[in-house]
């Protein structure tokens, strides 16, 4: 449940979360895992706490860091049916202002009885066109590489918030609940990699308490708690959130489906990563996870969906008309939604790439559209014809970086406009060698790397190749700046994208007026 907050203003030794308290350590809750923002608007963002019993969360935000003055107060219960955790939308924030915000847990049979605070910070959307930079990535804590504290941990999560972006574009597999943690695995070079290590992370995930115990894994990481205190997250997901290569189809366990047909494994899932995210909640659709976000004038970003409604993985029949990777009315969102943008670059934010070669993914091999390319076809012929310009893709899923530019004149379907995605992950897990592309919308890696020829695959995080890509657009002349990174802060390559004009009937007049 996301709970609207209301605005007050106070001073900061009133009433407030600075007030001093005596002992009684045992009956003050405390925070357990950290706190997260995310989904910031101009005017609006979505605060998350975990309380380590049931507890109620205090909340109080300042334009100034010191919290001198207090301008926004809000609390809402952390109870057990939700695992503790509490979900706040924060309504009526100032555009283009850091925020700085501060949680405490509060005894509710006690009034006063209250753990520790801990403070975080955001910045909400511009009103005017100013500069605008992010960072994004996916894949943490996969293949069994966890938490080595002798090692630093999570380092790339510590490396994305020395650049000090605006915001974070998580594309999916925050946890890998099918891949359990070991105490100890050992690596290439021979030295053992050691993992701190919990019940519920050693296992498959398939209840819900195990499922929970994957996203409270990933915040025992320095690293990880102290990004997300200070970077507010926009949050996707893939398959390993449930398990690998899960689809609507078919991914279930012994405890079957619902009445309405729906997977329960899929549905604990769901739950857990809903109860984790600091995502904004859309009521009328429980659980969606695909939305747009705008970032000021320069930027929209679309966070589609590409596991919850696509067809089998494994449907290789002859009849592919059910073939889908969106799903009918995601897609309908978001032709609706690009041709209504009135931003200058409209990032889409995918789950996996368009032209690498995959059963799980989009691409099948060399050839006209088929099976799902099919409404990635409709997709991008649709935003040619409506004169929406200045689109990039962006994911991870891959397990290495890359930049790819696709090209009509280079495809075998050729009714689109040139476009670039930019591939970037593992945040924290085994890497991979680039894959295959095939030819259907005319890709051509203009860079990649991951692991190579003597490497093998499922190369661990301590071996350096760990990635992240950086997006930087220019308030005063909309160019966007698309780098590529790895966990050393290393720019591996760049590329400045010029916008282009809009091409939109209604946009073309406006500007000839």
């Not at 005596?22 to 997260?36: C, E, H, M």
């Not at 990563?273 to 930027?299: Q, T």
């Amino acid at each position: 449940m996301l709970v609207r907050s209301a605005s007050t203003m106070a001073l900061a030794g009133l009433g407030s979360l600075a007030k001093p308290y005596l002992s009684r350590a045992a009956d003050r809750p405390q925070i357990a895992g950290g706190i997260q923002s995310g989904d910031v608007s101009a005017d609006s963002a979505v605060i998350w706490a975990r309380a380590d019993r049931p507890a109620r969360m205090h909340l109080e935000c300042s334009t100034v860091e010191s919290f001198k003055t207090i301008f926004h107060t809000a609390s809402l219960d952390a109870l057990p049916d939700r695992d503790f955790t509490a979900r706040l939308l924060l309504d009526g924030l100032p555009s283009g202002q850091d925020i700085f915000y501060r949680v405490r847990f509060e005894n509710p049979a006690e009034a006063g009885l209250a753990g520790e605070t801990q403070a975080g910070h955001f910045r909400t959307a511009p009103s005017e066109q100013r500069s605008v930079s992010f960072v994004w990535s996916g894949d943490t804590t996969g293949q069994g590489w966890g938490i080595d504290p002798a090692r630093g941990g999570m380092r790339t999560y510590r490396t994305m918030l020395n650049n000090r972006p605006d915001f974070f574009i998580h594309s999916g597999d925050h946890i890998y609940a099918d891949c359990p943690v070991e105490r100890e695995l050992k690596l290439p070079n021979g030295e053992i990699w050691r993992n701190i290590v919990t019940e519920q992370k050693s296992v498959v995930a398939q209840t819900l308490d195990q499922f929970r115990g994957n996203y409270k894994y990933n915040l025992l990481d320095e690293n990880f708690r102290a990004f997300h205190a200070q970077v507010p997250m926009l949050a996707q997901w893939d398959d390993h959130e449930v398990t690998n290569d899960w689809s609507p189809a078919g991914t279930a366990d012994e405890t079957g489906y619902a009445e309405d047909g729906s997977s329960l494994l899929v549905a604990r899932a769901r739950r857990a990563f809903h109860e984790f995210m600091p995502i904004r909640g859309v009521p009328e659709r429980d659980g969606r996870v695909y939305r747009k976000v705008s970032y000021g004038p320069l930027l929209d970003v679309f966070l589609i969906d590409m596991r919850s409604y696509r067809d089998s993985t494994w449907n290789k029949g002859e009849d592919h008309g059910d073939a889908r990777i969106l799903g009918a009315a995601q897609l309908a969102w978001l032709k609706r939604e690009l041709a209504s943008s009135d931003a200058t670059w409209k990032v889409i934010a995918a789950d996996m790439p368009i032209g690498v070669i995959s059963e799980d993914a989009i691409a099948l091999g060399d050839g006209p559209p088929e099976r799902r390319e099919h409404e990635i076809a409709d997709l991008l012929l649709f935003m040619k014809r409506a004169g929406v310009r200045n689109t990039v893709w962006l994911t991870a899923d891959m397990h290495y970086t890359a930049a790819h530019h696709y090209d009509p004149n280079r495809g075998v379907f050729q009714e689109f406009d040139a476009f670039w995605e930019f591939v970037s992950g593992p945040l924290h897990a085994g890497t991979w060698g680039p894959g295959e592309l095939d030819n259907t919308f005319g890709p051509k890696a203009m860079f990649q790397k991951g692991c190579e020829e003597g490497h093998g695959e499922n190369l661990p995080p301590c071996f350096g190749l760990q990635f992240f890509g950086r997006v930087d657009i220019d308030g005063k002349t909309g160019v966007m700046t698309v780098t590529l990174k790895d966990v050393d802060n290393t720019d591996l390559w760049s590329v400045d994208i010029r916008p282009q004009p809009d091409a939109r009937p209604g946009q073309l007049l406006a500007q000839h007026i």
